[in-house]
């Protein structure tokens, strides 16, 4: 999915996630209900680098569908820019003393786009089908006993045991988003979803746009744009051509090699800012001879990352091991591999391996994967091992990870505040993103233990162990973490680079 989310903001910050809203027995009331903003606006064009592969945020984990449904969904609580969760649809919540309980209080008024009352049912209606349907966030519920909804604004969340990052869970992004049960029903979610946000869709063109309108039905301060356009742009020297020739108006799909030239331009505005997003490799282990972890940590001891991440980032990215970057409180300081064809060898003949020919899953509309891809294949030759290039676009490459049909492949996870989220869901046996395969009981047990733990310097502790066994085990091969890059016209006011990579438009205008 996730796609690819940053550096997390200070190191208060991040050993408070999940429980920045209230501690056990206390409360916290934020009524943020909005006025009514500026009316039209234009229409704003922005160029994202791929085609979402659905609409329906409880199914979807592209990256792009979610650039497209932050501006759609609401959840209860949401990241502000400093990634402390604050009030959304829900205005205050209060955890009991054993913090088993979590009662939230809904802003009153709201309704969907069609207009139709969201009321505390529908939250219901939205956690159990991730729930019961095993949907890509169910891992985010795991200590979750059951959602009830005692009166149309009010839902009591219970819990088989205290969940630290609880808030982080229900609004770190709109994978959890609350959907609306007629359109789920309909099928219409994949393609016109129905949310409560400050836009609205109003049409999908397969292979061309996607077109957003100002939903002024909006409970909070409504939109200055009248629209936004998504126009899905592979080539990111055609969306800077875009971007300079007045076609879009917004971009995150910069040539990345002209990025610093870029950053001094008179024409645009372009920023960046380090991420929490990790890119890495993953070795399928339901597949010989990638089950042997000598034959993983071959590959490990094989690769060159600083020169991995030179050609795919042009600098834009920091080199790690392990997957939580340099600026979080989490960080673990470990990096047992460094590039040595010998050891590599050593290991490969260990395990009795010889002329291995490995199949390397990339995706076009991730032009980094096919850049890293191609360095990889070179470092592997170097002991033996021929790569296999099979460049997919994004919808089908998703189908062929899930159907585990790939000896190897290469992506990011974006957007990731807390340290559950890096780990869970994609190295836990029973992780709804283990695609390749991994079973450790130890890495189970710890990822269980931290997920429930409330004494923050153990929390920390359990993830340095978790990482250290990922790392060992060469679950993932981590690559490096990118800076965030985006750019934007002259004419665009309010727009601002997040960390976590969320595109919100609401508060943004388009100067005349």
Not at 180 to 202: R, W, Y
Not at 277 to 291: T, V
Not at 352 to 359: A, C, E, K, P, S
Request: include cysteine.
């Amino acid at each position: 999915m996730s796609s690819t989310r940053f550096r997390m903001a200070g190191a208060a910050l991040v050993l408070m996630l999940g429980v920045t809203g209230c501690t056990a027995g206390e409360s916290v009331d934020v009524d943020g209900a909005g006025e009514s903003g500026s009316s039209a606006g234009g229409v704003l064009t922005a160029a994202i680098s791929g085609e979402p592969d659905q609409l329906d945020p409880h199914r979807t984990s592209a990256y792009h569908s979610f650039q497209v449904l932050e501006n759609v969904y609401d959840t209860l609580v949401e990241p502000d820019a400093n990634l402390e969760m604050k009030p959304s649809l829900a205005t205050k919540w209060t955890t009991s003393d054993d913090q088993l309980t979590w009662t939230f209080n809904l802003r009153e008024g709201v309704s969907f786009s069609d207009g139709s009352p969201l009321t505390a049912e529908d939250v219901v209606y939205s956690y159990n089908r991730i729930i019961q349907e095993k949907l890509n966030a169910s891992y985010r519920f795991a200590t979750v006993k059951s959602v009830t909804a005692p009166d149309p604004t009010t839902v009591v969340v219970t819990l088989t045991a205290p969940t630290p990052n609880l808030l982080a869970n229900l609004g770190g992004f709109k994978g959890v988003a609350i959907v609306e049960k007629s359109n789920v029903e309909s099928g219409e979610v994949k393609t016109k979803p129905v949310g409560s946000g400050p836009f609205t869709v109003a049409s999908y063109t397969s292979g061309d746009n996607i077109k957003l309108v100002r939903n002024d039905s909006y409970w909070g301060t409504k939109a200055k744009l009248d629209g936004v356009t998504f126009t899905f742009v592979k080539d990111p020297t055609v969306a800077l051509q875009n971007l300079r020739g007045g076609e879009a108006q917004w971009t995150d799909n910069l040539p990345p090699q002209q990025v610093p030239a870029l950053r001094e331009s008179d024409d645009l505005t372009v920023r960046s800012v380090p991420s929490s997003d990790y890119w890495y490799l993953a070795l399928n282990q339901a597949r010989k001879p990638y089950d042997q972890v000598n034959v993983r940590r071959a590959v490990a001891f094989a690769l060159d990352r600083e020169a991995i991440t030179k050609a795919a980032k042009f600098g834009l990215a920091t080199v790690n091991q392990t997957a939580i970057p340099k600026d979080s409180a989490f960080y673990y300081d470990y990096a047992p591999y460094r590039r040595d064809p010998a050891q590599a060898k050593q290991l490969l003949a260990q395990a009795g391996v010889t002329g291995l020919t490995m199949d390397l899953m990339v995706t076009s509309e991730y032009p980094e994967t096919v850049t890293a891809a191609q360095v990889i294949a070179a470092q592997l030759k170097d002991v033996g091992i021929t790569v296999k290039i099979r460049t997919l676009d994004f919808a089908q490459w998703l189908d062929e990870q899930g159907k585990g049909t790939f000896d190897a492949f290469l992506l990011g996870w974006l957007g990731n505040i807390d340290p559950d989220e890096f780990y869970y869901a994609q190295h836990h046996s029973s992780g709804t993103f283990n695609f390749h395969g991994y079973r450790n009981p130890t890495v189970d047990r710890l990822l269980d233990q931290a997920r429930t733990e409330t004494d923050q310097a153990a929390r920390k502790q359990q993830y340095e162990q978790v990482a250290k066994q990922i790392v060992d085990d060469a679950s993932y091969i981590y690559l490096y973490n990118p800076d965030v890059v985006q750019g934007w016209s002259k004419q665009v006011t309010g727009y601002e680079v997040r960390t976590d990579r969320a595109i919100r438009f609401r508060d943004v205008a388009l100067a005349r």
